[in-house]
Structures are given as structure tokens and as C-alpha cells.
């Protein structure tokens, strides 16, 4: 049996002991009482000296923590609910609203400060890719979006958020009991936060996809109402649902495929699931990503996409490497350190991924077995949450705990491989397979009947993702049987849609006039 931490083909020999546990992963602390929804106020805005002159909400907690469901039974919560939003509170209609602050920050400013830390040759890709349309701008703009919401009105009824929650972090991918699930599939901005900001940012993406797509703005609105109304109705539900019955509750990938009436998008879509089903780690990916070289097994350089680092840089980087391996075997359960143990660490490289992503360090680790049976891992940084400034700091001092906590409380069913890790150099890391079984969606093919139908499913997993972790009864209780809520959900992402795309416009400039570098790939 060869460890994973083993990195032979690298030449190294270095022999490391592993750290206390307590030395790199965070503790967790004592859970406080908070009763949040007794404290209505507009965001969550840091408390400063300023913020009190403006009346800004001053119950801004230290850290982010999640909200008590226990404390009532669900109905008491439920009417807790429905009396917040009724006896006017926090109405629904406030949520229609978007106003920006006068002192709203520079968005090109928000964006450069979020390139600190970054890889910086790669910087001017994340920007490049930010340009090509007005939804792109906003996948790679969750930091400045986060700073946005925390103006907007809340119930400060917090769930575990995605952060991120835009439709193209949503996707359809393999259970360890080999089902295709669909759900939310990125992680990286999770934290205890409202509610509402997750419904809000997956709105707006559809106001932006359905603009980028060409189609009326009708039916953009329509979308982004359709995501509130099912939120909304399938809260409901969860919040009468017993609650192991809803931890068990997944959605299928094949209600995604019935939602279409388009027969020629229905055939892609079944056509790419059965081409992702056959497309294994060994007779597909392995050939593809891995070439041979003096008898080793290498992965294939890509650049500027897949690369190795410099020569000069790769001993110190190997040992690095190889503790933070051994750190990231602990965060896994123990028959999964076994099965880990079946594996060494052959290569790494860097491998550019996503759009805000970009300019993390992200690396792909080749994993072969005594047989050379393949497996891939994805070793991805994790950086502080864009919701901490204004929801709080995470209970998780690692911060790739802090996405692997985040995705088990919110996915029905989450990688075996799943776990976190820290370098010497301070950056946290979290592991996962890669190419397992997993398949994006393709929206932009849809017309306006896909994008209402596509809106209902997403909002459906996001309504049970927040049920898993937050108060579904006081949120369906809040709001209600009728329709103000996705009324002002649909105002609200047409005048956001708006506001994204006058930003992407600033970042337009700012790249015209050299303040900005930009490569379009």
C-alpha cells in the first residue's frame, strides 16, 4: 500500500510528520442563542461609526452563525413568520427595490481588491472573461454583488448559503451510489447569511441570461418571478415535511430533462448524459489529460490554462505538497482514508477553472494506483467568504473547511473525496474529484419556456437547500400564499440586471484606458 502523501516521480524523500489536527483545522465554538428575527433592519452592513449616522443596522454579528430552528415548533415559527411580513414589519413589496447607496464603492475597485492574493499572470484572464457579456461580468462579480445585497432589505433569518448563487452554479452529477443528481455544484462563497440573497442572485441571472440570449424582456421578468414563486411553494412544502425526510429528499436530473418542450434541446441533453456516463476516468480523461514521459506519467501541459510550475520552485513546493496531503487524509473519514490510501500522488498542475476563480490557486493532482488505475483530484483555494464583511466571520478558521462544511449541509449527496487542507504558506485548500460523472448545463439554447422551466427546478433545489440548514417554516410563514413576493423579486432583478451591466460598462472603460489588462482567450 503506497500513502497518498508517497510523491515519488517527484524525487523527493522528504519525510514529514503530520501537525496537531488543532494546528491547522479550525475549532468550532459553542453555539449562541439568537433570536435574529426579532431584530429587523436594512442589510447587514459592517457596524462603523458611519454606519450608525446612516441608521444602518447595528446587530451585525462577529461571526456567521445559523439560524435556531429548534427553539418553537414549526407553527409558532410559521406565524412568527407571516406576523413579520403582514403587520408591516418588513413587507414583501420592500424587497422590489434597488437604490444604490451614494456611497456605493467603485465596482472596478471591488474587483481589484478581490485580485489580492491572486496568481498574477492570471489576473488579466479572470478579466477577459469577465468581458465577454454582461452575465459573465456578473458570475465573476459575487464580491461586489455581496456588498450590494447587504443594503437590501432582510428578514435576518440566516440559511447556509451558497454565496455564489447564479444558474450556472447549479449542475447535474454523479452520487457515490452512482445516481445523477441535480443541484448546486460551487461552493467557494458559502456561509450562514440571509436567505433572500441567494433567491435575489439567482434571479438576477436569469434577467442577464435571457438578455445575453437575445430574447424579450419579458421574458427575463418572467424567469426571475418564476424563481421566486417556486422558491416560495416549495418552501412551503419543506416546511411540512418531517425532518430525515427531508435531509433524504434529492432532485433528479431527469426532472431537468422533462422540463423542455423543445425536442431538439430534450436529445442534446439526454445525448450529453449518456456521453458523460461513458466517458470514464480511465479510457476517457486519463488519455486526455496525461501523457507519458521517460517512463512516468505526467499531466499535459496547457498553456496558460494547465501548466507546471518552474523547476526552481518545485522541491520546496513537492514537500509543501506532501504535508498538506497528509493534513487533507485527516479531514477525511476513515474508510475513505483507506480507499485514498490505494492511491499515490504522481503530478500536480495548475489548472485555470471557472470565472471568479481565476488567479486562485487551483491545482490538478494525478493519483494512480499499484495498476496504474487513474484518479483525479482537484486542490482548489479557498479564500475568505465575499459574505463575511457583511454577514459575519466564518465559525471555521480553515477556510476549505468552511466550503466542505458548507456543501454537506447544502447537497443531498456530496463527493467521497470531499476535504480540506492548509499549506505552509497559509492558504487553505479543499479536495475533490474531478470529472466524476458531471454535466453542465447549456443555457444558451434556451428560449423563454426553458428559461421559466429551468427557473422553477433551480429555485426548487435552492428552497430545499436552505430548508436542510435554515427556519423553512418561519421563511414560508414570511412569505405567504400570495404573490408580492416574486412581484418584487421580479422588479428587483430588472433593476439589478440593470445596474450589472452600466458596472460591466465601468470595467469596459477601465480596460480601454489601461487601467485594467484584459486577455481574451
Given at each position: 500500500?503506497?500513502?497518498?502523501?508517497?510523491?515519488?516521480?517527484?524525487?523527493?524523500?522528504?519525510?514529514?510528520?503530520?501537525?496537531?489536527?488543532?494546528?491547522?483545522?479550525?475549532?468550532?465554538?459553542?453555539?449562541?442563542?439568537?433570536?435574529?428575527?426579532?431584530?429587523?433592519?436594512?442589510?447587514?452592513?459592517?457596524?462603523?461609526?458611519?454606519?450608525?449616522?446612516?441608521?444602518?443596522?447595528?446587530?451585525?454579528?462577529?461571526?456567521?452563525?445559523?439560524?435556531?430552528?429548534?427553539?418553537?415548533?414549526?407553527?409558532?415559527?410559521?406565524?412568527?413568520?407571516?406576523?413579520?411580513?403582514?403587520?408591516?414589519?418588513?413587507?414583501?413589496?420592500?424587497?422590489?427595490?434597488?437604490?444604490?447607496?451614494?456611497?456605493?464603492?467603485?465596482?472596478?475597485?471591488?474587483?481589484?481588491?478581490?485580485?489580492?492574493?491572486?496568481?498574477?499572470?492570471?489576473?488579466?484572464?479572470?478579466?477577459?472573461?469577465?468581458?465577454?457579456?454582461?452575465?459573465?461580468?456578473?458570475?465573476?462579480?459575487?464580491?461586489?454583488?455581496?456588498?450590494?445585497?447587504?443594503?437590501?432589505?432582510?428578514?435576518?433569518?440566516?440559511?447556509?448559503?451558497?454565496?455564489?448563487?447564479?444558474?450556472?452554479?447549479?449542475?447535474?452529477?454523479?452520487?457515490?451510489?452512482?445516481?445523477?443528481?441535480?443541484?448546486?455544484?460551487?461552493?467557494?462563497?458559502?456561509?450562514?447569511?440571509?436567505?433572500?440573497?441567494?433567491?435575489?442572485?439567482?434571479?438576477?441571472?436569469?434577467?442577464?441570461?435571457?438578455?445575453?440570449?437575445?430574447?424579450?424582456?419579458?421574458?427575463?421578468?418572467?424567469?426571475?418571478?418564476?424563481?421566486?414563486?417556486?422558491?416560495?411553494?416549495?418552501?412551503?412544502?419543506?416546511?411540512?415535511?418531517?425532518?430525515?425526510?427531508?435531509?433524504?429528499?434529492?432532485?433528479?436530473?431527469?426532472?431537468?430533462?422533462?422540463?423542455?418542450?423543445?425536442?431538439?434541446?430534450?436529445?442534446?441533453?439526454?445525448d450529453r448524459t449518456t456521453k458523460e456516463m461513458k466517458r470514464t476516468i480511465e479510457d476517457y480523461y486519463f488519455p486526455k489529460l496525461v501523457e507519458e514521459s521517460e517512463g512516468?506519467?505526467?499531466?499535459?501541459?496547457?498553456?496558460?490554462?494547465?501548466?507546471?510550475?518552474?523547476?526552481?520552485?518545485?522541491?520546496?513546493?513537492?514537500?509543501?505538497?506532501?504535508?498538506?496531503?497528509?493534513?487533507?487524509?485527516?479531514?477525511?473519514?476513515?474508510?475513505?482514508?483507506?480507499?485514498?490510501?490505494?492511491?499515490?500522488?504522481?503530478?500536480?498542475?495548475?489548472?485555470?477553472?471557472?470565472?471568479?476563480?481565476?488567479?486562485?490557486?487551483?491545482?490538478?493532482?494525478?493519483?494512480?494506483?499499484?495498476?496504474?488505475?487513474?484518479?483525479?483530484?482537484?486542490?482548489?483555494?479557498?479564500?475568505?467568504?465575499?459574505?463575511?464583511?457583511?454577514?459575519?466571520?466564518?465559525?471555521?478558521?480553515?477556510?476549505?473547511?468552511?466550503?466542505?462544511?458548507?456543501?454537506?449541509?447544502?447537497?443531498?449527496?456530496?463527493?467521497?473525496?470531499?476535504?480540506?487542507?492548509?499549506?505552509?504558506?497559509?492558504?487553505?485548500?479543499?479536495?475533490?474529484?474531478?470529472?466524476?460523472?458531471?454535466?453542465?448545463?447549456?443555457?444558451?439554447?434556451?428560449?423563454?419556456?426553458?428559461?421559466?422551466?429551468?427557473?422553477?427546478?433551480?429555485?426548487?433545489?435552492?428552497?430545499?437547500?436552505?430548508?436542510r440548514s435554515g427556519d423553512s417554516a418561519f421563511i414560508s410563514g414570511y412569505l405567504g400564499d400570495t404573490e408580492e413576493f416574486e412581484d418584487a423579486i421580479a422588479e428587483f432583478?430588472?433593476?439589478?440586471?440593470?445596474?450589472?451591466?452600466?458596472?460591466?460598462?465601468?470595467?469596459?472603460?477601465?480596460?480601454?484606458?489601461?487601467?485594467?489588462?484584459?486577455?481574451?482567450?
Amino acid at each position: 500500500m503506497v500513502p497518498p502523501g508517497n510523491i515519488d516521480a517527484f524525487a523527493t524523500s522528504a519525510t514529514l510528520k503530520l501537525p496537531p489536527h488543532s494546528a491547522t483545522f479550525g475549532s468550532r465554538p459553542g453555539k449562541k442563542w439568537l433570536d435574529l428575527w426579532h431584530h429587523i433592519a436594512i442589510g447587514g452592513r459592517p457596524v462603523t461609526s458611519e454606519s450608525k449616522k446612516k441608521g444602518a443596522s447595528t446587530t451585525t454579528q462577529e461571526q456567521a452563525e445559523l439560524h435556531d430552528n429548534t427553539m418553537t415548533p414549526r407553527d409558532e415559527r410559521r406565524d412568527s413568520g407571516q406576523a413579520m411580513a403582514e403587520k408591516s414589519a418588513l413587507p414583501r413589496e420592500l424587497h422590489a427595490a434597488w437604490n444604490p447607496p451614494a456611497d456605493r464603492p467603485n465596482p472596478v475597485e471591488v474587483l481589484q481588491k478581490s485580485d489580492e492574493g491572486r496568481i498574477p499572470e492570471l489576473i488579466p484572464i479572470r478579466y477577459g472573461r469577465m468581458l465577454q457579456t454582461p452575465f459573465t461580468f456578473y458570475r465573476g462579480a459575487a464580491a461586489l454583488m455581496a456588498s450590494d445585497l447587504s443594503y437590501t432589505p432582510n428578514t435576518k433569518v440566516r440559511v447556509q448559503a451558497c454565496g455564489d448563487c447564479h444558474l450556472l452554479n447549479f449542475g447535474a452529477f454523479a452520487t457515490p451510489e452512482r445516481n445523477i443528481s441535480f443541484d448546486i455544484n460551487d461552493f467557494d462563497e458559502t456561509l450562514p447569511a440571509p436567505w433572500e440573497w441567494d433567491v435575489k442572485r439567482l434571479a438576477v441571472s436569469y434577467v442577464l441570461l435571457a438578455r445575453d440570449n437575445g430574447l424579450k424582456p419579458k421574458a427575463g421578468k418572467a424567469a426571475a418571478r418564476a424563481v421566486a414563486k417556486s422558491y416560495r411553494e416549495r418552501t412551503q412544502v419543506y416546511s411540512q415535511m418531517t425532518i430525515l425526510n427531508l435531509w433524504y429528499h434529492r432532485i433528479d436530473w431527469h426532472t431537468v430533462l422533462d422540463i423542455s418542450t423543445d425536442t431538439g434541446v430534450i436529445k442534446r441533453a439526454k445525448d450529453r448524459t449518456t456521453k458523460e456516463m461513458k466517458r470514464t476516468i480511465e479510457d476517457y480523461y486519463f488519455p486526455k489529460l496525461v501523457e507519458e514521459s521517460e517512463g512516468r506519467y505526467l499531466i499535459r501541459d496547457n498553456p496558460p490554462l494547465i501548466y507546471h510550475m518552474p523547476k526552481e520552485d518545485r522541491l520546496k513546493f513537492d514537500q509543501g505538497v506532501l504535508k498538506a496531503f497528509q493534513l487533507y487524509r485527516e479531514s477525511l473519514q476513515e474508510d475513505r482514508r483507506r480507499l485514498l490510501d490505494r492511491y499515490s500522488l504522481r503530478d500536480l498542475a495548475i489548472k485555470v477553472v471557472g470565472v471568479g476563480s481565476v488567479g486562485t490557486v487551483c491545482l490538478l493532482a494525478l493519483m494512480l494506483a499499484r495498476d496504474d488505475e487513474p484518479l483525479f483530484l482537484q486542490v482548489k483555494e479557498a479564500r475568505p467568504s465575499v459574505l463575511e464583511a457583511f454577514a459575519g466571520k466564518s465559525l471555521f478558521e480553515n477556510h476549505g473547511q468552511r466550503v466542505v462544511e458548507g456543501q454537506r449541509i447544502i447537497q443531498s449527496a456530496s463527493d467521497i473525496f470531499l476535504g480540506w487542507t492548509q499549506m505552509d504558506n497559509g492558504k487553505h485548500f479543499y479536495l475533490r474529484q474531478l470529472r466524476d460523472v458531471k454535466i453542465k448545463l447549456e443555457p444558451q439554447f434556451w428560449d423563454a419556456d426553458m428559461m421559466v422551466g429551468s427557473a422553477k427546478v433551480m429555485a426548487d433545489v435552492l428552497a430545499r437547500a436552505h430548508a436542510r440548514s435554515g427556519d423553512s417554516a418561519f421563511i414560508s410563514g414570511y412569505l405567504g400564499d400570495t404573490e408580492e413576493f416574486e412581484d418584487a423579486i421580479a422588479e428587483f432583478s430588472v433593476a439589478y440586471a440593470d445596474q450589472t451591466e452600466r458596472d460591466y460598462e465601468t470595467l469596459m472603460a477601465a480596460v480601454k484606458d489601461g487601467r485594467i489588462q484584459a486577455t481574451m482567450e
